[in-house]
């Protein structure tokens, strides 16, 4: 039904214009006198088809058409109606059904008031003695128009305003129609998005009330940790370098994993913004971190830069952030990595391989195997939401990665949500120090 009203909204006025046209020509082709142009009811036809057919378009101009029409009529400039076709007058009245059913309010009154003093003027024309004489109705009155408006002038007026009434009842209903449809569709739209709205309220709330029990778990534990780290490394003066080095790495890293667990939960406000998010100048203090933490990493870069977006920006720090966390955790300590940086392509791609040493599984396949988990997944998630895609696997005695990542996106996800899921920001690499390798890990550990 639906979409039978919308095409009739659009076409039914022209289309009710041609078949009123068509019907009166076929009527009255017998008493046309062999042309339609020598018929006195031609401009009379002509211009209330014009004005059905203009009533959805432009009803204003509708209406002008049954002034003229009457005008001319009054001025003797349009033939006055014979007695065999009066009933054109009534196209105006279906223009006035197609100018309720569509146009705007303020219209449809001045449509309804118009065409109360249209049928006035047509109820004149009809019955004074001067133009219809009647219309054939009523005995020729010679003596004036008093006595013949005063007998049937009421009649005929009403008989005209109940057609203008039936032909404005029938544009009134389908409008009425059509905005209760509109109201329903409505209504149903806020319900749905009020349902939506409420899942996300929950699912939200439930992040938070996770996230918050997740740093209450890990607050003591980091503490611990980093209290203990230092408390060893002050007494053991004696030990050797990389035994000092490597306390130093775990307390400092258990604290900025402690304070980024808090920006992560404090961080997040009531208007939904989040603390700053790590970008591309951040991965040489990243690399930096990781070196400290006994990787060997090889970084290298081609082609010329090109400004990425803020969330394309993020999402290549963590993949890089998680390639080098695997390696440390896989590999173990003095695992060789290669890290490119290729921008001579249509976007940004990013190699990175970490060899298999002896300290990390016994063979390739166990390898592959062991690194397999969430970790990997979340790279490919970042990768996608930045409009992108990677690939990650073992080649021989390295596992490779390889992301790309187009220019000129901006995706609406990748910022509020892998911020979250990243397991913290970090900080301005203006203000403070490269983010510590061990930091990088935990998250790797949670994910895997």
Request: charged share 20%; hydrophobic share 45%; glycine share 10%.
């Amino acid at each position: 039904m639906e979409p039978i009203l919308k095409f009739a909204r659009q076409w039914g006025a022209p289309a009710a214009a041609v078949i009123f046209f068509s019907l009166w020509c076929v009527g009255e082709a017998g008493r046309m006198g062999g042309s339609l142009l020598s018929w006195e009811g031609l401009w009379p036809l002509a211009l209330t088809t014009l004005a059905i057919a203009s009533a959805t378009w432009k009803p204003l101009l509708s209406l002008g058409f049954t002034v003229v029409l009457l005008a001319g009529q009054l001025l003797r400039v349009v033939p006055p109606m014979a007695s065999n076709h009066w009933a054109i007058y009534v196209g105006s009245f279906i223009a006035l059904g197609f100018i309720l059913w569509t146009a705007p309010r303020r219209v449809r009154f001045i449509a309804a008031g118009t065409n109360v003093a249209a049928a006035a003027v047509m109820t004149f024309l009809m019955l004074s003695w001067r133009y219809g004489n009647g219309v054939g109705w009523f005995s020729p009155a010679a003596s004036g128009d008093r006595w013949m408006l005063q007998e049937n002038g009421w009649q005929l007026f009403a008989l005209l305003l109940l057609i203008s009434a039936a032909c404005s009842a029938v544009g009134l209903l389908l409008a009425l129609y059509q905005e209760r449809g509109s109201l329903f569709r409505a209504r149903e739209q806020v319900q749905n998005s009020l349902k939506e709205t409420e899942i996300e309220l929950i699912v939200e709330q439930e992040r938070i009330r996770i996230a918050r029990d997740l740093h209450d778990v890990l607050a003591h534990s980091l503490a611990v940790i980093a209290a203990q780290a230092d408390g060893t490394r002050y007494l053991s003066k004696d030990q050797p370098k990389a035994i000092l080095n490597a306390l130093d790495t775990i307390a400092r890293s258990a604290r900025s994993a402690l304070v980024d667990a808090q920006r992560v939960i404090e961080g997040v406000r009531d208007d939904g913004m989040v603390t700053p998010q790590p970008r591309l100048s951040d991965i040489p203090a990243l690399i930096d971190g990781m070196q400290r933490g006994s990787l060997k990493i090889q970084s290298s870069e081609s082609g010329i830069p090109v400004e990425l977006s803020a969330g394309q920006e993020m999402a290549a720090f963590r993949i890089v952030q998680e390639c080098l966390t695997n390696a440390l955790k896989h590999g173990g300590r003095g695992t060789d990595v290669r890290l490119h940086f290729d921008w001579s392509g249509p976007g940004l791609t990013l190699h990175v391989a970490s060899a298999v040493t002896a300290a990390g599984p016994a063979d390739g396949a166990d390898a592959a195997t062991s690194r397999i988990g969430r970790g990997l997944a979340g790279m490919r998630e970042r990768a996608h939401l930045a409009g992108g895609w990677l690939t990650a696997g073992p080649d021989g005695e390295h596992f490779r990665v390889t992301a790309f990542i187009p220019y000129g996106r901006d995706p609406g996800t990748a910022d509020g949500s892998g911020g979250a899921d990243a397991g913290g920001a970090f900080d301005d690499p203006a203000t403070s120090e490269a983010p510590p390798a061990l930091a990088a890990a935990q998250e790797a550990d949670d994910r895997a």
